[in-house]
């Protein structure tokens, strides 16, 4: 069955710190790879997504990174603030419009 | 713009009752729906999914079963609840198109089970 490994488990940054987690996938059915946030009590919101036709992309603090030949991506958040305090999902398209989730990161942003 | 409803917000329900929860989403046609669970702390488990009325797949067979009655609205039953049915209950859609946008999926608040 196919994975999504998803590392760490969780993950404590100081504010101001730059926050990495990581994905590594087996097989994709689309180049496509979004980054979901979910707050305590909360559903999944879909906060970033990449087309492996780019090595990387940015949006405000938030940086995806691809590396097609290894299978892996990664989140980068940097400048990290205590609102960033949530779990991060990753996920890959499996065929028949589902996604193969990532098994989550608790990250807690320190003040 | 579109946007997702799911009720109740929360319930607790004895072993053995039955269940259903609703799902219905505004402002768009022909979605893929999606009903997910979540244990406290782990990650999304695919119960079952649907790409138009009355075509439903299931990824886990359980004692849960879902159908689509109407283009915009999932309903997720069960005859009667066990234990470990209890968990965070998420529905969400995606736009039945093709491309990326298949994969982009949009959840809805969630409804919190107890199994008692």
């Known amino acids: 069955q196919q994975q999504v490994k998803q590392s760490p488990q969780s993950l404590i940054v100081q504010k101001g710190g730059i926050s990495i987690i990581n994905c590594a996938y087996e097989n994709t059915a689309f180049d496509y790879f979004p980054w979901y946030q979910q707050f305590p009590g909360k559903g999944p919101a879909l906060l970033i997504a990449?087309?492996?036709d780019v090595s990387e992309k940015k949006e405000g603090r938030f940086t995806i990174s691809f590396n097609k030949s290894a299978k892996q991506f990664s989140l980068h958040i940097m400048d990290s603030q205590p609102g960033d305090s949530a779990t991060y999902f990753c996920?890959?398209?499996?065929?028949?419009?589902?996604?193969?989730w990532g098994a989550g990161t608790k990250l807690i942003i320190k003040p | 713009s579109q946007t997702i409803h799911q009720w109740p917000a929360t319930l607790v329900q004895p072993v053995g009752s039955p269940l259903s929860l609703e799902c219905t989403v505004e402002g768009t046609s022909n979605p893929n729906l999606y009903w997910y669970r979540q244990a406290a702390g782990r990650g999304l488990q695919l119960l079952f999914y649907s790409v138009g009325i009355g075509q439903i797949s299931s990824e886990v067979p359980q004692n849960l079963s879902a159908s689509r009655p109407q283009d915009r609205q999932f309903i997720l039953s069960s005859k009667k609840l066990l234990l470990s049915d209890s968990g965070f209950y998420l529905c969400?859609?995606?736009?039945?198109?093709?491309?990326?946008?298949?994969?982009?999926?949009?959840f809805g608040p969630g409804t919190r089970l107890t199994v008692t």
């Open positions: 996920a890959s398209p499996r065929s028949n419009y589902q996604l193969i």
């Open positions: 969400a859609w995606s736009v039945g198109a093709s491309g990326v946008r298949f994969y982009e999926q949009y």
């Open positions: 990449i087309r492996p």
